[in-house]
Structure formats: structure tokens, C-alpha cells
């Protein structure tokens, strides 16, 4: 048992979770400060990330709320530094904020592609770029990407996004070889459909997707935040030192396949 707590304790190491305002980004945050670590947590809406710290203190642990806009590269750098002089080190970067504006690519403008470009692709690389001389210091570290299933399948409306997020799964894999030699492993997860307060209304709310979403997941639900709090403890941990470069599918089986057999389970779809 004492072998199995230390592989996937996080005790004493310092974690950046970007996005921590959000449904993913807040269940994530809480989770590795449950395993042991102490939390920096960036957003955009200070008062969600209040409440994250107020969850995190309630359990005993640590939690800094740090802001920045990660559309402007010289804050992406800052707000790097600002953690690790806040928490004295920085062991674990979870690069988890993200934007879309969901439209048919003829109606794309040019503001679209660029904030989509330096929020979900471009922060990623610089902030993992100056996180990485500050791990190799302290002997290695771990980075984790969000990707998405357009990281491996395109959705329409979604153009922009599914470019940057196929960019992340691609980026993540060569961050991993060059870094590999400073013990530094770096993952990539990528959430299926994933019930958060952004989608809850505008995406699942609508019957005809969600009746859309539910016939191509095997498991037949939609996937919560916590569903993800298992995969970002084990590639925060020791338990994945020797797993780099690697994008872990979150998301109820969806690209795994499907059946054309009838669904016993079809007034759960159709409900």
C-alpha cells in the first residue's frame, strides 16, 4: 500500500493549473491538491477561483490565485515566474485553459484565428518554454497539455479550435523528445464530452446534440469534470516517469469505435 500512496503522491510539489475557473480546470486543481500539492490558480474569474481555494483550504491544502491574459505572450512568461516565486518551485505545469467561437469557417475572421491561436497553442509553448529551465533546476518536472477529441477528429463549427488542439497533441510529443534527457515528461490529455457550466446549457441543453453526443459514447453519458482528476494525478506523479509524449483519450470510449447493433439502452439516448 505505502508503495502504491507514494507513486501517485504529489506531496510537497508545487502545480500552475491555467483555466482553474473552469469546470475542468477547477475539478483538476482540486485533485492535485487532494494528492498533496500545493496550487497556483490561474483564470479569469477571480470569483470561481475563490471558491476553488476556499475548497482547497477546507481540505487543508494550499492554493495561490494568480490572473493573466494569455493572449499576451509577455504575461504568459510572468505568470510562470509569479508561481514560482509564490510557491518557491514548480513541478507541475497543467496547461488547461482554452477558448472556441464556435463558426462555420467561411464566417472565421482573422480576431478569431488569432486569439483561438494564442490562447490554446501559443500560451502553451511559451509557458511551457519558461517553465522548463525552472524544472530542469530542480531535477525534472511534469507537463500536462489539454487536448480534445479534435485533436484527432474534426467537428464542424469548430475549425480553429480542432487545429490548435491537433498543434497541442503534436507539440506535446516534441516537447517530450527534447526534454526527455532533463527528466521532464510531458502528456497530453485529451476530454471527450465533458459536462462543464459552459456546455451544460448551449451544449447539452440541446436535445439534438446531446441525443447526438450520447449515440457515439459507448459509455452512454456525458463525462464529468472529475473523470479527469485520475489520468492528471497519475501524469503528475512518479507513477509516469517513464510515460512521455503521450495523449491519453479521456472520454467514455468515443474514438475507441462503435456498434451497429441496437442499443438496449435507448430511451436513455432518446430521453
Given amino acids: 500500500m505505502a508503495i502504491i500512496e507514494n507513486l501517485f503522491s504529489l506531496q510537497g510539489s508545487a502545480a500552475l493549473v491555467t483555466g482553474a475557473s473552469g469546470g475542468i480546470g477547477s475539478a ?27 475548497r482547497i483550504d477546507a481540505t487543508g491544502g494550499r492554493a495561490t490565485i494568480l490572473t493573466a491574459d494569455l493572449s499576451d505572450l509577455d504575461a504568459c512568461k510572468k505568470l510562470i515566474s509569479s508561481t514560482h516565486q509564490a510557491l518557491g518551485r514548480l ?31 501559443r500560451s502553451v509553448l511559451f509557458l511551457s518554454q519558461t517553465a522548463q529551465p525552472i524544472m530542469k533546476a530542480q531535477g525534472g518536472g511534469k507537463i500536462i497539455n ?28 516534441t516537447m517530450a523528445v527534447e ?11 485529451a476530454p471527450g464530452f465533458i459536462i462543464t457550466p459552459l456546455t451544460e446549457k448551449s451544449v447539452w441543453g440541446d436535445a439534438y446534440k446531446k441525443n447526438w453526443m450520447l449515440q457515439r459514447i ?15 494525478i497519475f501524469l503528475s506523479s512518479a507513477a509516469s516517469d517513464y510515460v512521455t509524449g503521450h495523449t ?4 467514455g470510449g468515443t474514438l475507441a469505435g462503435g456498434s451497429w447493433e441496437p442499443d438496449k439502452d435507448q430511451e436513455l439516448i432518446d430521453s
Fill in 179 to 189: 526534454w526527455a534527457v532533463d527528466n521532464i515528461q510531458v502528456n497530453c490529455i
Fill in 218 to 232: 459507448p459509455a452512454r453519458r456525458g463525462g464529468k469534470p472529475e473523470d479527469l482528476a485520475g489520468a492528471a
Fill in 248 to 251: 491519453l483519450n479521456v472520454d
Fill in 146 to 173: 489539454i487536448g480534445s477529441l479534435t485533436s484527432h477528429i474534426a467537428l464542424g463549427t469548430s475549425s480553429v479550435y480542432g487545429a490548435t488542439k491537433a498543434a497541442v497533441a503534436q507539440l506535446t510529443k
Fill in 91 to 121: 513541478d507541475i505545469l497543467f496547461n488547461n485553459a482554452g477558448m472556441n467561437r464556435r463558426k462555420p469557417i467561411a464566417e472565421i475572421t482573422a480576431e478569431d484565428f488569432e486569439k483561438i491561436v494564442a490562447v490554446n497553442l
Fill in 28 to 54: 483538476v486543481a482540486i485533485a492535485l491538491a487532494d494528492a498533496g500539492a500545493n496550487v497556483a490558480l490561474h483564470g479569469t474569474h477571480v470569483k470561481n477561483l475563490e471558491e476553488v481555494r476556499r
